[in-house]
């Protein structure tokens, strides 16, 4: 394993519309662009993002509050700079028009410490601001609106790749009815921290993908029933979280 490399920072907005699932039930739906089938994930669906460029940081800006998450790895509140590029990267991969206003936070994700090019990236939930989607013919291919139920369904069945970030954003926002009740909802809860270890198999293939919680994190032989994790070894892919020990007296 490769020494610690502290991550740089990008943004990632799931922008949200209202729409409805193959029942006419009320469902949001989201934005997602495909990119081309070269580069960094490459033939990817994923949402509008990039890295935080030099210009998104402005003299004056404060300094990163302290970490409050037990891997230190990112700041108890978003940098400004996180927060400007995710409204000029919506605007230059798809046209959208999004201020600072528009973005509610909805999680930090802590890259592995394998991964060569690390990039902590804060996701954001953001309406859909109206408007003409033109992708940025250099990164992406194509777009749609889809409900999360249907781009899981489509990624079981290998009909779209999405990477593990993705996989659970979708995942989280299943059950949500319209875009405003998923906002409000994503204001009234603590970010989430995906702190990102992986396990892999005695082939040395990702067998899973864990976060704090798991009982295994950290230390593959570990005891424990206790399961945050994303196993990849076919698909459908499987999501487990158990919920945590209750503090009720």
Same mark, same amino acid.
């Given at each position: 394993m490769p020494e610690s490399t502290a991550p740089a920072d990008a943004a990632t907005v799931v922008i949200l519309r209202d729409g409805s699932g193959p029942d006419g039930e009320a469902r949001v739906e989201v934005l997602l662009l495909e990119r081309h089938g070269r580069g960094s994930f490459a033939g990817a669906w994923a949402f509008p993002g990039g890295r935080v460029d030099p210009e998104d940081a402005h003299p004056g800006d404060p300094a990163p509050s302290p970490? *409050?998450? *037990?891997?230190? $790895?990112?700041?108890?509140?978003?940098p400004l700079a996180v927060r400007r590029a995710?409204? @000029?990267?919506?605007?230059?991969?798809?046209?959208?028009?999004? @201020?600072d206003a528009d973005l509610v936070d909805l999680s930090c994700w802590i890259p592995p410490q394998r991964v060569e090019r690390r990039l902590r990236t804060w996701f954001f939930l953001a309406a859909d601001p109206?408007?003409?989607i +033109? %992708?940025?013919?250099a990164e992406h291919v194509a777009f749609g609106w889809i409900t999360p139920a249907t781009a899981l369904k489509r990624h079981a069945a290998g009909e779209l790749? %999405?990477? !593990? !970030?993705? #996989? +659970?954003? %979708?995942?989280?926002?299943?059950?949500a009815e319209t875009a405003a009740l998923a906002l409000a909802e994503a204001a009234a809860r603590r970010p989430g921290r995906y702190a990102s270890v992986q396990l892999f198999g005695e082939d040395g @293939?990702?067998? $899973?993908?864990? #976060? !704090?919680? *798991?009982?295994?994190?950290? *230390?593959?032989? $570990?005891?424990g029933t206790a399961r945050h994790r994303l196993t990849l070894t076919a698909? !459908? #892919?499987?999501?487990? @979280?158990t919920p945590p020990p209750s503090t009720a007296p």
């Open positions: 970490a *409050d998450d *037990d891997d230190g $790895a990112a700041p108890a509140a978003v995710a409204v @000029r990267e919506t605007s230059e991969e798809t046209g959208l028009a999004l @201020r109206g408007g003409e +033109v %992708l940025n013919d790749m %999405l990477f !593990p !970030p993705t #996989w +659970v954003t %979708l995942h989280g926002l299943l059950d @293939r990702i067998e $899973a993908v864990m #976060w !704090p919680g *798991d009982s295994q994190y950290g *230390d593959p032989a $570990a005891a698909l !459908p #892919w499987v999501y487990e @979280r």
